[in-house]
């Protein structure tokens, strides 16, 4: 780092962050790891009990082994797995502080951040922003959808035992909510807008919620929309009529969209139909020279297209870019004393 100026800050401290850390540090690259939350606060808000569908070797970065006996590991292995990565590196972190701005100065970005201990400004040549899509899950826009019991987040079955308990979406996530409650003995009632659920439900998935359903195990009300959270419970509209769902708890769990504001206002071009990031796909720079985007976020609405496995690889993009735009060193004078 010269005159407080960071080679290189990245905006997000999950896998793909960590992974853009790692390449910038081995290539002796000053950095700083900028995260709204926790290290990998993604990881931590999805399910605590979940099994990652891709295979150990896949979700390995940094050159680092993923050494789990499972082929598939599940939330805690990969939390130690990525903390152990940070750790190895040895990564700058400024953990629970969130980018409000990044814009242009003399000397690269200028990045405003606010946390837990206030108002901060960093320097940078150049600043890769890997927030991932969960920071941002989709709203009904419904009235009484901020009550304290419409949650969405689904993180576990066993606060629900006894209970009724309505699912809202008709995804992998919705799915497998579900069928995780009603296995731990809840009510459990599947409302969506759907005539069925998704055809890209996970093909283990599918079959199963679809034969609860069938045989009343889960109760589902398809082309249905909810129209209000209140007192009595979720008050539903569809090809059923008119109907109140009473229950303990409802997770709205339709999704998420990638949070593109900090970057429109940076300069960045943003699709408006996709809200896909403007980029160079063999440098992930935007079309703002300097700042790059990587992982999820270059997918932009369609979240299920860039996972941790196809993205691993856009660190060394980034810092591969980053150094061939450095001045080359100037040669050694030469001098007639030899032992100099």
Known sequence: MKDGILDLLVVGAGPTGIAIGADAVRAGLSTLLVERGGLTQNLLDFPT???????????????????????????????????????????????????????????????????????????????????????????????????????????????????????????????????????????????????????????????????????????????TRVVRFSSRGVEIEGAMGSEVVAAAAAYVLIGYLPE?????????????????????????ESNVAGLYVAGTLLAGRDTGKIFIENSRDHGARIVRHLLAARPAAAPARESGNEDC
């Open 49 to 223: 009990f979940m099994t990652f569908f891709t295979t150990r070797d896949l979700l390995e970065i940094a050159d680092i082994p993923f050494s789990v006996p499972d082929e598939k590991p599940d939330r805690r292995q990969a939390l130690a797995y990525y903390r152990g990565v940070a750790g190895r590196y040895r990564l700058p972190l400024a953990l629970h502080e969130e980018v409000r701005d990044v814009r242009r100065s003399e000397d690269g970005f200028l990045v405003a951040t606010d946390g837990r201990h206030g108002r901060r400004s960093h320097r940078a040549g150049a600043v890769a922003f890997a927030t991932g899509y969960f920071g941002q899950p989709k709203r009904l826009g419904v009235e009484g959808e901020d009550l304290p019991w419409v949650r969405a987040r689904y993180l576990d079955a066993y606060r629900h035992f006894g209970e009724h308990v309505v699912v809202i979406g008709g995804g992998n996530s919705a799915a497998e909510a579900a069928l995780d409650l009603w296995r731990s003995g809840a009510r459990v009632t599947l409302v969506h807008r759907g005539a069925a659920v998704k055809p890209t439900v996970k093909y283990w998935v599918k079959p199963d919620i679809e034969n609860r359903i069938t045989e009343g195990s889960i109760a589902a009300r398809f082309d």
């Open 260 to 284: 593109v504001e900090v970057l429109s206002a940076a300069g960045v071009r943003i699709d408006a139909e996709t809200l896909v990031p403007e980029v160079d796909p063999e440098t992930c």
